[in-house]
């Protein structure tokens, strides 16, 4: 399976409801799952039953948000697999197997070569910095394989205006090994003690934290002025989406393939799920 499908499924461990995960649903291990291994002898206590129901409804609405509707897959979903939200997942992660064309894996390339904090309409303000993370964030993800964190960590950099690249990129923010995700996620966290699976990765948004707290200072000093945000550039709406389709095009048109999941219906980057 491709890597954007693992990286989905292994969210949906941090998503609960009733008392269970949806990645526990996804494998048919929920408490109240019909096809659990291990059903007890006596079956499943009602509430338990409504528990495995309520999740099924929850990761069906879950995987809708995650397709685009101008595709049949989205219809079928909608309309065959109502409260069956494991069975419509693992249809969509079949769907997800399949390569990107090739015409828009090149405009891809190209958007992502060529985006910059101030070519995506992000002015310089109090969140710049963790709205232009949260561009690079989203985008990354659409590749298949996604990128990596170093090319995130090399992305974020390289696209802050020029302004704050003589003002807050020092040379050990070029460093993708300063600030990195730990090998166990620390206490507080829900999955304390656990492997990180990302453990010795830059944290790019750890990074982003950082560097808006300079940005914060600089513009409270009068060093930086604050920017309104602007209309993206055209050239760069070629991540085919929800919110930016790039369906309209004759090589996509009719396309049942899955090109995007949104990132805000699937995974957050302040989910411990990187």
């Known amino acids: 399976m491709r890597d954007t499908g693992n990286h989905i499924i292994n969210a949906l461990g941090n998503k609960h409801r009733a008392g269970d995960s949806l990645k526990n649903l996804y494998n048919n291990e929920d408490i109240g799952n019909p096809n659990h291994p291990n059903v007890p002898g006596g079956g499943w206590l009602a509430p338990q039953t409504q528990g ?43 769907e997800a197997d399949k390569p990107l064309p090739l015409s828009l894996v090149v405009k891809m390339n190209n958007s ?28 990354a993800q659409r590749f298949n394989p996604i990128k990596t964190w170093v090319e995130i960590h090399t992305k974020f950099l390289d696209g802050l205006p020029g302004t704050l690249q003589s003002s807050i990129v020092l040379p050990e923010r070029r460093n993708p090994n300063r600030i990195v995700f730990p090998a166990v996620y620390p206490a507080g966290d ?37 920017r309104k945000n602007s209309t993206p550039h055209s050239a ?3 991540f085919p989406g929800v919110d930016d389709v790039e369906g ?24 411990k799920t990187r």
């Open 52 to 94: 495995h129901n309520e999740r099924q409804q929850w990761l069906q609405v879950i995987t809708l948000g995650m397709i685009s509707p101008n595709i049949s897959l989205f219809n079928t979903i909608n309309t065959r697999y109502t409260n069956h939200g494991r069975e419509a997942m693992v249809l969509l992660m079949a």
């Open 112 to 139: 992502w070569m060529n985006a910059t904090m101030e070519l995506v309409g992000i002015g310089i303000n109090y969140e710049c910095a963790l709205v232009w993370f949260e561009w690079v964030f989203d985008k």
């Open 190 to 226: 829900p999955q304390a003690a656990q492997a990180h699976p990302n453990a010795g990765q830059p944290d790019v948004r750890r990074l982003a934290i950082e560097m808006q707290d300079d940005i914060d200072r600089l513009i409270d000093n009068k060093v930086l002025a604050v």
């Open 236 to 238: 760069l709406a070629v």
């Open 248 to 271: 309209s095009s004759s090589d996509n048109q009719g396309s049942d393939e899955i090109y995007f999941v949104r990132n805000s219906k699937r995974i957050s980057p302040t989910d």
